[in-house]
């Protein structure tokens, strides 16, 4: 007799702390997954880098070049290299397992607020408060960018890549969406400036949040409207917006130590997790787990669904 298959349960999401990281950098500017969620990066007002194993909770190496804050960071597809922004106009390569710097490029006229790579690591994109994002190319010698961007009338914040387009966020309160296939520049203007975009993993949409304390979600083809989420506070710090691992939910970090996440469809507020006090500075969603990184101040917590066992392997 065959049973029948149980119905799939309701999306977790993380409401359990499982580790804290006091990473001894100064003001954690920003953490981010690597590509798989096993390892994390903090960077840190101390002017350096750190690698992590957030499940575990422990450092594995300091990366140590930039001239001032770093203010983001992101892990090639094989975690061989590391790229990174900071406050000193620079944008940094790095390998992993030396912990050297690689190659440093510069270029932009203002601090470096984001940075990605492509899907290969052959190019990082760097977005800074300049105004401009710039292609820089990891396997040539030349020290000028292979492509600058400069339509946004005021600084980029946010910078996100998928397959063959560029999305970028900025200050002049628009989401620009450059296809590099087709070579076309989609904008949406959301008025108010922007302090973070990404992709839904389906690619369909994109989420925006702003200053004027709301989460937008917009159909990425037609820039049209699917949804607003409010109930946090943002009005003067770049904070980092989420979607999670299944798309079913998304999630803005707070100025009130707080992290939100509300129902995706919805729009109903489905979690306010307490994290701490102060500006919740950076949120990383796991890419295929519950699991949430969250920097405040000089630490960062990880936090898991309220079903995950601790003492259990995370993997």
């Not at 993380?14 to 994390?40: H, I, K, T």
């Not at 990366?63 to 061989?80: K, P, R, W």
């Not at 699991?291 to 066992?309: I, K, N, P, S, Y």
Request: charged share 20%; proline share 4%; net charge negative.
């Amino acid at each position: 007799m065959a049973f029948p298959r149980p119905r799939p349960a309701r999306p977790e999401l993380p409401r359990q702390r499982v580790q804290s990281l006091q990473c001894g950098q100064g003001a954690v500017r920003a953490a981010r997954f690597n590509a798989d969620g096993n390892y994390c990066l903090t960077c840190g007002s101390d002017k350096t880098l750190k690698l992590w194993n957030p499940h575990k909770g422990t450092a594995l190496r300091t990366y140590q070049g930039h001239g001032y804050e770093v203010l983001d960071a992101a892990g090639s597809f094989d975690n061989s290299q590391i790229c990174s922004g900071g406050a000193d106009k620079a944008v940094a390569l790095w390998d992993v397992s030396t912990g050297q710097v690689v190659r440093k490029y510069r270029g932009h006229a203002g601090k470096v607020n984001c940075v990605q790579f492509n899907e290969e690591a052959t190019v990082i994109v760097s977005g800074s408060i300049d105004s401009t994002v710039r292609c820089w190319d990891c396997r040539s010698r030349r020290p000028d960018p292979i492509q600058v961007l400069d339509e946004a009338k005021d600084g980029i914040s946010s910078v996100k890549l998928s397959a063959h387009e560029i999305l970028t966020g900025s200050v002049d309160g628009r989401v620009r969406r450059y296809d590099l296939r087709t070579g076309q520049l989609c904008s949406d203007y959301i008025g108010s400036p922007i302090t973070s975009v990404c992709f839904s993993k389906d690619g369909q949409c994109v989420l925006a949040a702003s200053l004027d304390s709301t989460l937008r979600l917009l159909d990425k083809d037609t820039g049209e409207l699917l949804g607003e989420y409010t109930g946090h506070r943002s009005t003067t710090y770049r904070l980092d917006c989420v979607l999670n691992e299944l798309d079913t939910h998304v999630g803005c970090a707070s100025e009130d130590g707080h992290v939100y996440f509300w129902d995706l469809v919805e729009g109903s507020l489905a979690l306010s997790l307490p994290v701490g006090q102060g500006v919740v500075q950076s949120l990383a969603f796991h890419p295929s787990l519950p699991c949430l990184l969250v920097a405040t101040q000089g630490q960062v917590t990880l936090w898991r669904e309220d079903t995950f066992q601790p003492e259990g392997d995370p993997d």
